[in-house]
């Protein structure tokens, strides 16, 4: 970051400069130059800040919140091109692992399905420890709501803090909703979160 906050003030400074050399500027025009320079350095941090996600996945975070020790971990880097999402699904804890997804809702809120990660396979599969599945999304993925759309869409509802994966279990024995490995409305869930750039 520190090199950011020295080329801020060096860009503003070198545009009031240029617009100085034109012609006597009025405050009006410095300030649109140093707000278009400031805008500009910022859209290219945030542009190359903002390609790497992360959710932190719990019992917790179901809606309602479950009773389990299963957790997960999912991450995803967004292509230099932003048309490929690449994933890493991890998973401890847990058994009968039946499918995984993203669905479009806050914090607190059940939403629909808009891209598979993982499944569906049959139920009672028993423990997963690990990479429960990675692959790479593109437009070509996104179905319910965002069938159709751009993968930009995607991407800027897990700006927006509206994304959210979940891990759903079934043990394939009646009745559902019994406990830890049969939770089919969802065991684990977290939202997904912006993070920096990889080092």
Request: charged share 15%; with cysteine.
């Amino acid at each position: 970051m520190r090199p950011l906050s020295l080329t801020v003030p060096a860009l503003a400074l070198a545009a009031l400069t240029a617009a100085c050399n034109r012609g006597t500027p009025t405050a009006q025009d410095r300030a649109a130059t140093l707000v278009t320079a400031v805008t500009s350095v910022h859209a290219d941090a945030d542009a190359s800040s903002l390609s790497n996600f992360v959710a932190h996945i719990t019992g917790a975070g179901e809606v309602p919140p479950r009773d389990t020790r299963g957790v997960g971990e999912l991450k995803l880097q967004l292509s230099p091109d932003g048309n490929t999402l690449e994933y890493h699904l991890i998973s401890s804890n847990i058994r009968n692992v039946v499918a995984s997804h993203i669905h479009l809702a806050p914090t607190g809120v059940n939403g629909p399905i808009v891209v598979f990660l993982f499944g569906s396979v049959p139920p009672g599969g028993g423990r997963t420890d690990g990479v429960l599945a990675s692959g790479k999304i593109t437009a070509a993925n996104l179905i319910g709501p965002l069938l159709g759309r751009p993968l930009s869409d995607l991407i800027a509802a897990i700006r927006a803090d509206t994304a959210y994966v979940n891990v759903h279990t079934n043990d394939g024995v009646p009745p559902i909703n019994t406990g830890a490995g049969d939770f089919p409305g969802g065991e684990i869930r977290g939202q997904v979160r912006t993070i920096g750039p990889k080092p």
